[in-house]
Each structure stands twice: as structure tokens, then as C-alpha cells.
């Protein structure tokens, strides 16, 4: 069965209590506009206000510790996350690989922590303009996926994949639809050979880098795409909505 599309914004090292006026008129338009599922990933610091303003989009973090407590100071574990209303947390963002040096066996140990305290993953990938340039974009892409992704026997429920090029992301270029669609394909390719025809073919395939109200009809009317990870266009509720609307009146697939 077809799933909704799925539009999650990430607002990064973004937001203050300041901002919990967004988060409520996000959650207030998503009430209205049922056709799509929508969440938002705040800082940490604002994960528990944001838990507690909404009522219906679903609310995650940015990144988790692989471990569940202990000596790792400035560090927080997903149990934790869960703890203050976390459902699902966003793991291998580019920014967070190059940032933090982040390797694709500790993704994966960060997804497996996730899921077992119970929440969902959204899982990144993306490749550089250098590896796009040299036309290794998509083994690239496909290897980042292979190495991160955990087993999991309930993947259709748990995982989300967002496909972010490196160079698309807070830069205002966008993929080609048809570049999109091509690498969508390939990892739909390969998510049906790790989880299965049942699971396969229903886990959802984001798309991010740079989308907006005015690009996102075409980018989440293209094939295998199943919404949208959206950073700078997050963090206004006009904006957000913008592109939520845009999903909303997509034809029923
Ligand atoms: P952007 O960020 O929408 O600002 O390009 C997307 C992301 O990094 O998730």
C-alpha cells in the first residue's frame, strides 16, 4: 500500500524557545492537511517543548550516541531521546560525516541503538560533487547504505532512507529529477535485496537538498520519491507548509 508522503523537517543548530511558535502553527497546519505525514527534528534542547506543544506531527532528533548511558560527556543516547518524546532520529547527515568524522560502522551502531529503544530512523546518504563528477555517485551512494544500514526484520514500520547530494544541501542547486529518480531507483534496488520484497518496496525514499514551496512539486511528484527532508526551508511555518501543501496535492500514486 502506498504511503503517505513524508515531509521532515531538520532544523539543525537552528532554534530557541523563540521558536515553538513555528512548531505549534507547523503542527496546526499539518491538522489540516492529513494527506501528508509530518515531522520535525529540533536541536535537542527543544525536543521536549516541541513533544509537548504538538499534537500531531511526529517529533525526532538530529543524531544519537551509540551507547544507552554511561563516561561520554556532551554525549546523548537514544534511550534518552525516547525519553523526551523522541520518535525517530536522523542519522548520517553529511553535515555530521564531515563534522564529526562520522563512519558508516558507527551510523550503524547508532541506528541499532535507535531501534532499540523503540524509535524510527531516517537514514542519510548522499554523495560529494567530486564523486557525482567522477560517475561514482551511485556506487557511492549504494556502499554509504550497505555499510549503515542495520538488520532489521520490520524495516516498511522503521526506516525511512533520505538521499541528500552533499552539494545540493543548504546551496539552493537542486538534483535534476531525473538524476533523482535514477538514484531513488538504485537504492529502492537495493533496499529490496536487504529487507525483502515485503519490506523492500515500502520503505520510503526521501529526498533533500535545497527543496522549497516552488521546487518541491516537482521533486516529490518524481518517481520513488516519498517526501522530502528539509532543512533552511524548515525553520518558518510558511515556508514548511509550503512544501507539506505541495506534497498534499500531488495525484494519488
Ligand atoms: P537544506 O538542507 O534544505 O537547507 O538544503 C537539507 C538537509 O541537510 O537535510
Not at 15 to 25: D, I, K, N, V, Y
Request: charged share 25%; net charge negative.
Amino acid at each position: 500500500m502506498a504511503q503517505r508522503p513524508y515531509i521532515v523537517g531538520n532544523w539543525k543548530m537552528n532554534g530557541t524557545r523563540a521558536m515553538l511558535s513555528e512548531a505549534r502553527a507547523i503542527d496546526r497546519a499539518a491538522q489540516r492537511n492529513m494527506k501528508v505525514e509530518v515531522a520535525l527534528a529540533p536541536p535537542y534542547t527543544l525536543i521536549h517543548a516541541v513533544h509537548r506543544e504538538v499534537e500531531q506531527i511526529g517529533v525526532g532528533a538530529q543524531d544519537c550516541h551509540p551507547g544507552e548511558d554511561g563516561p561520554h560527556t556532551g554525549d546523548v543516547s537514544a534511550t534518552m531521546l525516547a525519553d523526551a518524546g523522541a520518535k525517530f532520529v536522523i542519522l548520517g547527515h553529511s553535515e555530521r560525516r564531515q563534522d564529526h568524522g562520522e563512519s558508516n560502522e558507527l551510523i550503524r551502531q547508532k541506528a541499532e541503538s535507535a531501534l532499540a529503544a523503540g524509535m524510527r530512523v531516517i537514514m542519510c546518504c548522499g554523495e560529494s560533487d567530486a564523486t557525482r563528477q567522477s560517475g561514482k555517485a551511485e556506487k557511492f551512494v549504494l556502499g554509504q547504505l550497505r555499510a549503515s544500514l542495520p538488520v532489521m526484520d520490520d524495516a516498511s514500520e522503521r526506516l525511512t532512507v533520505a538521499y541528500e547530494p552533499i552539494w545540493a544541501i543548504g546551496t539552493g542547486k537542486t538534483a535534476t529529477v531525473a538524476d533523482v529518480v535514477e538514484m531513488h531507483t538504485a537504492i529502492r534496488g537495493l533496499l529490496v535485496e536487504l529487507f525483502g520484497a515485503e519490506h523492500g518496496p515500502e520503505i520510503r525514499i526521501l529526498y533533500g537538498g535545497s527543496v522549497k514551496p516552488d521546487n518541491a512539486r516537482d521533486l516529490l511528484g518524481a518517481a520513488e520519491v516519498g517526501g522530502a527532508l528539509v532543512g533552511g526551508a524548515s525553520l518558518t511555518a510558511d515556508s514548511f507548509m509550503g512544501i507539506a501543501l505541495a506534497a498534499g496535492e500531488l495525484p494519488e500514486s
